[in-house]
């Protein structure tokens, strides 16, 4: 029997079907609520004995864009929250201008503590960080991963190239094939601010992505 045929069944039942929906929503609420738990007591790495805070993620569970950065910064170990900083304004206001408030869209890390100095992570800290993203992702189940930066996109596709070769194509993630596009990080725009262009093109073309699937 069909969903259709078999919800039509249920209605002239009378049975509540927003039962099984609730059920699946309480389910999620309690793998997030695990989740953070697990991250914010992490001990894989040496980055615990630096950190502040951990830096978990924040914005829409049930979020159409998954936006990954590289990892926290000074700001972001202090305050417990992704892209707060001066890059992070920066990153909201490129949401903002292409339609989505920071609470439209879910924002984590590669990283969730800080590597001392802003140097970029090593391959060990990313492999024990992992499994907390992936999960994060399972959880979201994005239509679209926007890969913020070299760091964040060549450790999500496993590859080992600059941001301009990577930008204006659709890559996938994983097994789900999530179509992941990629774009200057923030804090390399405030250095290089003649990129906004890019990066505002990398945008409209992500948004395109999600609006039609993969196509572009
Ligand atoms: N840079 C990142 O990649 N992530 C943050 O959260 C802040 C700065």
Redo the contacts with the bound molecule.
């Keep these: 029997m069909n969903n259709s045929l078999r919800n039509e069944y249920l209605k002239a039942m009378g049975v509540q079907q927003w039962v099984a929906r609730d059920a699946v929503a309480a389910l999620d609420s309690r793998a997030w609520t695990e989740l953070e738990k697990q991250v914010s007591g992490c001990t894989l790495c040496g980055l615990q004995e630096s950190r502040t805070r951990t830096?978990f993620g924040v914005g829409n569970h049930d979020a159409d864009w998954l936006v990954i950065?590289?990892?926290?910064?000074a700001?972001?170990d202090r305050q417990g929250?992704?892209?707060?900083?001066r890059?992070?304004q920066l990153?909201t206001e490129m949401l903002f201008a292409i339609g989505l408030q920071r609470d439209d869209v879910f924002?984590?890390?590669?990283l969730k503590c800080r590597p001392p100095g802003n140097r970029n992570p090593s391959t060990e800290e990313v492999s024990h960080c992992h499994p907390y993203l992936q999960r994060q992702i399972e959880l979201i189940r994005p239509r679209l991963i926007l890969a913020?930066?070299g760091?964040?996109a060549n450790s999500l596709l496993d590859m080992n190239e600059k941001v301009g070769s990577l930008r204006g194509k659709v890559h996938n993630y994983g097994v789900q094939e999530i179509p992941l596009v990629v774009t200057y990080?923030?804090?390399y725009l405030l250095r290089s601010p003649q990129e906004k262009r890019k990066a505002w093109d990398d945008l409209q073309f992500a948004r395109s992505v999600c609006a039609n699937g993969n196509a572009g």
Excluded at 69 to 73: F, K, Q
Excluded at 107 to 110: A, E, G, Q, Y
């Design positions: 830096v950065g590289e990892a926290p910064g700001d972001e929250e992704p892209f707060v900083g890059a992070g990153l924002i984590c890390n590669i913020v930066g760091v964040a990080h923030p804090a």
